[in-house]
């Protein structure tokens, strides 16, 4: 499915929506060993778009920032 079909289908039908970024958040903080650098990494290398912006606020949120 088209990501910014199924992004509108789903806020019509009110449900929430959670990227890949977020989901990785979530499971880093839930305990799981999850490297957000290497898997935004991959992303990137599979082409993937994601601005600067993103990465720095997941890498600060994930605990893995500079």
Not at 2 to 16: C, I, K, M, N, Q
Not at 18 to 41: C, D, F, H, M, W
Not at 54 to 63: C, K, W, Y
Request: glycine fraction near 10%.
């Amino acid at each position: 499915m088209d990501e910014t079909a199924g992004r509108r289908v789903a806020r019509l039908s009110s449900l929430s929506v959670t990227g890949t970024i977020g989901i990785l958040l979530r499971a880093k903080k839930e305990g799981y060993p999850v490297s957000l650098q290497q898997a935004i990494e991959r992303m990137l290398t599979r082409g993937i778009r994601l601005s600067a912006t993103v990465i720095t606020f997941a890498l600060e949120q994930a605990g893995e920032s500079g």
